[in-house]
């Protein structure tokens, strides 16, 4: 088995892990922008594929590697696993729909609610102790999936009903289907911009360059907030105009309130 992920505040790659970690100590975990990912497409039969929602739907960055390596899927069992803020009627069953064209066989599917991402936005934010309260419902919801997994051969199956494709198209798809169709050119770097670098070197699309002691976008985002979670000078926004809360899973693993 082998686990790839995208994950930019780093909710998605704690489930994974810990989903991996429970289930088979063995399975490595490897981001979806490294290289070694492909490999082990090729090598593995089992693979446990997570990422965002975004907008109810696959991140861009996601449906373009499913579709790039649309060979390599034939015959592999896939569970999918998608990590939320607040609601995401089909976020599996989108991506699960794609891999069936390329015949893969879906074991089954998990949607688990996790800290909001949404940097530069006040919609969704919690006080800490609510956002670790967040990290140990899904901890615990892992702990009793892959208990089940273990003990009855019973897979969850979040996301991939029919009646959940129609929450996640009108609950929300129809509204903002052009945000995810592409990657997004929105990204914006203020004039605090440093230009240390650290955006660049952490980009999984490597859309951002240094030049001339700043950072410059190059049009290729994958939405996934890890610049803007991270950048020591809070300058870069993407669907807000000012930086909220740099959002990191690592703040809300700790088991105190
Ligand atoms: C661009 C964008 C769109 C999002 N859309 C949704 C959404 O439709 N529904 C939802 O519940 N959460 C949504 N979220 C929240 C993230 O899915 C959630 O915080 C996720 O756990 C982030 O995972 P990561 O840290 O691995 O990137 C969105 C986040 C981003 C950045």
């Not at 199956?157 to 903002?176: D, I, K, N, Y």
Request: proline share 3%; charged share 25%; net charge positive.
């Amino acid at each position: 088995m082998v686990g790839i992920y995208l994950s930019g505040t780093g909710n998605t790659r704690h489930c994974i892990e810990k989903f991996l970690s429970d289930s088979d100590a063995a399975a490595k975990c490897i981001p979806i922008e490294d290289e070694a990912a492909v490999e082990a497409l090729r090598e593995n039969g089992e693979v446990v594929l997570a990422y965002p929602t975004q907008f109810s739907n696959v991140p861009y960055m996601v449906k373009d590697f499913v579709r790039k390596h649309e060979k390599l899927w034939s015959g592999k069992r896939v569970f999918l696993i998608t990590t939320m803020g607040a609601f995401s009627g089909d976020g599996t069953g989108c991506c699960a729909r794609i891999l069936k064209k390329y015949g893969a066989v879906i074991s089954g599917g998990m949607q688990i609610r996790m800290p909001d991402a949404v940097c530069d936005s006040k919609m969704l934010k919690k006080s800490l102790a609510e956002n670790r309260r967040i990290v140990r419902e899904a901890d615990a919801k892992i702990e009793k999936a892959v208990s089940d997994i273990r003990n009855s051969g019973k897979y969850p199956r979040e996301g991939l009903s029919f009646p959940a494709h129609l929450a996640g198209l009108f609950g929300q798809r129809l509204w903002f289907y052009g945000k995810t169709t592409g990657y997004s050119g929105k990204l914006k770097i203020s004039d605090a911009c440093i230009g240390c670098g650290l955006c660049a070197s952490n980009c999984p699309m490597g859309n951002l360059r240094i030049e001339d002691g700043r950072a410059v976008n190059l049009g290729r985002c994958a939405m996934c907030y890890r610049c803007i979670s991270t950048c020591p000078q809070q300058a870069i926004t993407l669907l807000g105009k000012k930086v909220v809360e740099q959002c990191r899973c690592e703040k809300y693993e700790g088991t105190s309130d």
